[in-house]
């Protein structure tokens, strides 16, 4: 059992971490395009800032996925 919820840990940590990249990647995107940072002290600003909100938001949604998929699962 533990080894069961060890492997749904681990596959919701890949997923969220997958999914914390592509909407941080869209959001640094969306403020290059938008030319939102005029200097490059402001763009590496909001790029820590986006890192540290993905490292903050991680582990999070991957408790949270991980209890969806064990009752979907279950």
Excluded: H, N
């Amino acid at each position: 059992m533990l080894a069961r919820i060890l492997s749904l840990y681990l596959q919701s940590l890949a997923g969220t971490t997958f999914l914390t990249f592509v909407i941080g990647s869209f959001c640094l995107f969306w403020r290059k395009f938008r030319k939102k940072d005029k200097t490059d002290k402001e763009r590496r600003s909001s790029t820590y800032e986006v890192l540290l909100i993905s490292v903050m938001v991680i582990p999070i949604l991957s408790f949270a996925l991980m209890g969806i998929i064990l009752m979907i699962k279950v």
